[in-house]
């Protein structure tokens, strides 16, 4: 019994197989051309430029689905973010929580993937949970060392 899940993408130059986006054949360096456009970030672009009411758009943004297939999940990173910044952005929030989301399922989907892993240090917000236990005990230290402090000169006046 075969249970094929996928395609399998071969290089028509020497019939490797490679990973959906990579952008050259990993066995002869063919670089690959006329690479289709991502499906998710376009189906969004279409969407969003179809509405004009503001609650709408928020609404659009916040049930849009996260794709899960890699390429389009890094091309809809890359919009998020692109799209998240900006004078006077009044979906800003909206983008923001969608970025949000699409990192959490990119550290999901590709834990260990190179491609994701800049996206997703550069995009996790920094939290107490995430830092190293050295921080977290300077951090605890420092905060117990400033209450000493107040509380000695507090008795001091």
């Not at 910044?85 to 399922?105: F, H, T």
């Not at 834990?111 to 949970?129: G, H, M, N, V, W």
Request: hydrophobic share 40%; with cysteine; aromatic share 10%.
């Amino acid at each position: 019994m075969n249970n094929k899940i996928g395609n399998v993408q071969k290089c028509p130059n020497c019939g490797a197989p490679y990973v959906p986006g990579t952008k050259k054949s990993p066995e002869c360096g063919h670089v690959f051309q006329n690479v289709g456009v991502v499906s998710s970030a376009q189906n969004f672009s279409e969407g969003i430029n179809k509405l004009s009411d503001r609650e709408e758009i928020k609404c659009y943004i916040n049930n849009f689905p996260i794709p899960s297939a890699k390429d389009d999940l890094l091309e809809f990173i890359t919009s998020m973010a692109a799209r998240r910044s900006g004078m006077a952005n009044p979906y800003e929030d909206a983008y923001r929580a969608k970025l949000n989301e699409s990192i959490n399922k990119a550290k999901l989907y590709f834990p260990d993937d190179p491609q994701f892993a800049p996206l997703i240090k550069r995009y996790t917000k920094l939290s107490f949970e995430n830092l190293p236990s050295l921080v977290k005990m300077f951090v605890i230290f420092g905060a117990l060392g400033i209450l000493a402090l107040i509380a000695q000169c507090a008795g001091l006046s």
